[in-house]
């Protein structure tokens, strides 16, 4: 492992995980779900953010996912292949870390590797005595000037998109209207719209009993293609996902609610709007509230892995 100038090891340096991949990361044709590669990135990020935060004296804490950036989806990646998926700190700022994930996809009968994705993911360091408590992080040593003054600029411009976003994101909750959707017509909202509930058990969560952001992502990309499929009845595969702030924790024992509804569709791509709700079954006083919101865009492949026209999105519901 590298050192810094002093002798101290730079904690930011990467950590590199690797797994095939098998049928149960991917969907009925062989695509490994996007949800799969985006719990895998999270995954990375946590172990490398907690790791880097306990680097210090004082309390253990865990560090929470609180914005992914917007990710695409480069190439896609198919059972039998194995995913590298390597993680680093690229900056720090009082009391947030930046940690960049990179995947690399590699067929082991051909040798062929291709970069599938690259995130940039934002963890914040929580207390394990007090979940409320947030820790300051220790500083990591630049390899530049210049890394510093970029890192300190994409800190800057989240700031900035957190600020104007917050209310969609917000702890207002924007009503998800279900109604029956057999009674509705092809290629409307109404037709394709989908929901998810899940009980957050303890493989959920992260070692303060509060849920992982990857298994939060998962289960909404997973809703997300349910409304993808149902629209053009074709293999869809997630494309990108906007960025993405989680701005409520959910503790173990909630039950959530994941609702999707197609928001729009170009020629070849549908962006599909997904919502978390939360309650919890124990603490009823807290009552329903919505942690997550994200915009995730699907295309529609042939046989051949070749992108499809998608139906035209029917205006009514
Ligand atoms: N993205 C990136 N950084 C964020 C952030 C976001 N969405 N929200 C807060 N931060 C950073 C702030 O920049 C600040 O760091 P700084 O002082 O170095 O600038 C730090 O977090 C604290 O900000 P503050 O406004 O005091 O905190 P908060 O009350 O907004 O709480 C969280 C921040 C992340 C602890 C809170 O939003 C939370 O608990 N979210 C859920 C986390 C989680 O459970 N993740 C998995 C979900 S499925």
């Known amino acids: ?3 810094g100038p002093v002798g101290k090891m730079l904690s930011r340096l990467a950590i590199i995980t690797s797994r095939i991949m098998g049928p149960d990361d991917a969907n009925i044709v062989g695509n490994v779900h996007g949800g799969t590669i985006l719990k895998m990135i999270e995954d990375a990020g946590c172990i490398i953010g907690t790791r880097h ?3 210090q004296t004082g309390d253990r804490c865990v560090a929470a996912l609180a914005r992914v950036e917007r990710t695409d989806f480069l190439y896609p990646m198919f059972i039998g292949e194995v995913a590298h998926v390597s993680a680093e700190i690229t900056y720090t700022s009082k009391h947030s870390v930046e940690v960049q994930v990179n995947v690399l996809s590699e067929n082991i009968l051909t040798g062929a590797k291709k970069v599938t994705n690259k995130a940039t993911l934002w963890y914040v360091p929580l207390s394990l005595r007090n ?3 947030i820790i300051e992080v220790p500083p990591i040593e630049y390899t530049s000037t210049e890394s510093e003054e970029l890192g300190k600029k994409r800190y800057e411009a989240q700031k900035l998109e957190r600020m104007e976003t917050k209310e969609r994101n917000g702890e207002v909750i924007t009503p998800v209207s279900f109604p029956e959707r057999h009674t ?4 409307t909202v109404g037709f394709s719209q989908s929901s998810l509930i899940h009980l957050i058990g303890p493989s959920d969560c992260t070692l303060h009993g509060f849920v992982h952001g990857g298994v939060t992502m998962k289960l909404m990309d997973e ?5 993808a499929a149902r629209h053009c009845k074709t293999n869809i595969v997630t494309a990108s996902v906007d960025a993405i702030n989680f701005h409520r924790k959910i ?3 909630c039950v959530i609610t994941i609702s999707g509804r197609m928001t729009f569709t170009s020629n070849k791509s549908m962006e599909i709007e997904v919502f978390v709700d939360a309650d919890s079954l124990l603490e009823t006083d807290k009552g329903k509230y919505r942690a997550v919101t994200a915009f995730f865009t699907y295309i529609s492949l042939d046989k051949e892995n070749k992108p499809l026209p998608v139906p035209p999105l029917k205006v009514g519901i």
């Not at 509705?184 to 290629?187: D, F, I, L, Q, T």
């Not at 809703?223 to 409304?227: F, M």
């Open 131 to 133: 979940v409320d408590k």
């Open 223 to 227: 809703v997300a293609g349910i409304v």
């Open 53 to 55: 935060c306990n680097t």
């Open 1 to 3: 492992m590298l050192r």
């Open 184 to 187: 509705k017509e092809p290629y």
């Open 251 to 253: 503790k173990k024992g």
